[in-house]
């Protein structure tokens, strides 16, 4: 693996951290925060990265069992992407894609992500990030309804607890009801139905049975509503900030054959599946489905450098081809040149290393095991893992199944305690809702920083058994 060489950003010695936090308290609003409890709240400062592991201002090493906010496939430090994106700077930082203008970087991604994409992608649509790749679906949808002579097709079917961005259309397609009652959303003609959550609503059944079972309210939904409203199901092959839901097998499929049935496009927002995370470019290939749209960002420069966009399928191209009439939506940033050279040079990398290949059939199913493995620990009632994506969850007390474990109480904050006791043991995890802690570490990890990991993570787990004596 090529890393950079020299420690260009090691000077941690010479920042002044405090000085540094307080300017950041003082005039910095972060995203998802608490404005009330800011003066309060110091933050980590983060200064260098290589690898799987980040350096804060205070030296600490830890190991990034986040991926940034899952978005680092191919790990910090690659100076070759750095590269490429200083050479396109000096040559053209900057060009829209408006008005019949292109450039190499927006052409030659573009020709990319067709190639490792799903046979029935053969174009892509460009935007700044996944929330306004979200946007974009939202709207080419409804514009694909309107030319295709259903413009009464206007309804989105989405899930409780997806979460598909922060934009007025990303916020309303998730179902997040602590962003929906911020500002009025969902937007109108965006509904949910209940998400595939065994944990949540498979008591007494398999998970085969509650599988079906779940897809059978997309539906119930569809003929509620008249299937001649109903526009898409959008959903994330694998729940990630809602907790890394992993659906059951039984699923998708069922889904992919209800969305069939009544004719309604099927959108994989894949912003944190794409990219390898499953050990597939996409998501959908690990479940068998074909997505009419998809939507990715994230993974797709690993975060070096924003971008995000939709692969739009033929069966929505070739009618909009064929019926004509301006599409007018699009972004200053739609393809921007700096973005694709990333992105491009990070698919060159995922694919000269095969990191694919390995989540796929070695490090995946390793990390798999070892993670699934932490449901012994006396305070883990249940650890699932799917790729390089997995989720625990907390408990009090464990029974006979994972239906009748006893969650902690809600005020403890367990979840959120042990997240920070497993950052002074070195490794990042994410704390969500229900004492569940949540991992998407960058794809590059080998067998023994996996090792590695799992060991952080039980240190935290142990310290935090400690604090509840
Ligand atoms: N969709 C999914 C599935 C995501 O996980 C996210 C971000 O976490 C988004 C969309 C929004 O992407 P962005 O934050 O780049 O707007």
């Known amino acids: 693996m090529e890393l950079r060489e020299e420690n260009r950003m090691n000077n941690h010695e010479k920042i002044d951290t405090q000085c540094m ?3 950041d308290a003082a005039h910095h609003l972060h995203p998802f925060a608490d404005y009330r409890l800011k003066k309060e709240q110091t933050s980590r400062i983060m200064v260098r990265g290589e690898g799987a592991y980040l350096w804060d201002s205070e030296g600490n090493r830890l190991l990034d ?10 790990g910090y430090g690659r100076k070759s992407i750095a590269d490429a994106v200083h050479g396109q700077m000096v040559q053209l930082p900057f060009y829209n894609t408006f008005f019949h203008t292109t450039h190499i970087p927006a052409i030659e991604l573009a020709a990319k992500l ?6 029935q992608f053969n174009h892509v649509f460009f935007a700044g990030s996944g929330s306004e790749g979200n946007d974009t679906v939202v709207r080419l949808v409804r514009h694909y309804w309107s030319k295709k002579g259903n413009p009464e097709r206007q309804v989105i079917i989405s899930r409780n607890n997806a979460y598909h961005g922060s934009t007025m259309a990303g916020a309303s397609l998730g179902g997040w009801q602590s962003m929906h009652s911020q500002g009025g959303l969902p937007l109108p003609g965006i509904i949910h139905i209940g998400q595939p959550s065994y944990l949540e609503g498979g008591k007494g059944k398999t998970q085969e049975e509650f599988g079906l079972e779940a897809a059978s ?3 119930q939904k569809i003929l509620d509503i008249g299937a001649e409203n109903v526009a898409a199901f959008i959903g994330e092959p694998v729940q990630g900030a809602g907790g890394v839901i992993v659906p059951p097998v039984t699923y998708w499929p069922e889904i992919q054959r209800i969305c069939d049935k009544y004719g309604i496009l099927l959108i994989a927002d894949e912003v944190i599946c794409g990219f390898g995370r499953l050990g597939y470019w996409f998501g959908s290939e690990y479940f068998g489905i074909r997505p009419d749209l998809i939507t990715f960002a994230k993974g797709v420069t690993s975060g070096y450098v924003p971008l995000g966009g939709v692969l739009v399928g033929d069966r929505i191209v070739s009618t909009l081809m064929e019926k004509g009439g301006e599409f007018n939506h699009g972004f200053t940033y739609s393809g921007h040149p700096i973005g694709c050279v990333a992105a491009l040079e990070n698919i060159r990398i995922l694919e000269d290393e095969k990191i694919v290949e ?3 059939s070695d490090t995946g199913p390793y990390l798999q095991k070892k993670f699934e493995a932490l449901a012994a ?6 650890a699932e893992a799917i790729g390089f994506l997995g989720g625990m969850n907390l408990v009090r007390q464990k029974g006979a199944t994972i239906h009748d474990n006893v969650p902690f109480d809600a005020a403890l904050q367990i979840g959120p305690t042990c997240r920070a006791h497993m950052i002074d043991c070195g490794v990042i995890m994410r704390a969500v809702a229900g004492d569940r802690l949540v991992m998407s570490p960058p794809l590059t990890l080998t067998h023994a920083e996996i090792d590695e990991m799992i060991k952080l993570i039980i240190l935290g787990l142990d310290k935090t058994v400690e604090d509840l004596r």
């Open 21 to 23: 936090q307080e300017t």
């Open 65 to 74: 069992g986040m991926a940034g906010l899952w978005c680092t496939n191919v």
């Open 114 to 119: 067709v190639e490792i994409s799903p046979p």
């Open 217 to 219: 309210w997309l539906e």
């Open 358 to 360: 390995r989540v796929h």
């Open 377 to 382: 620990h006396p305070l883990v009632g249940n």
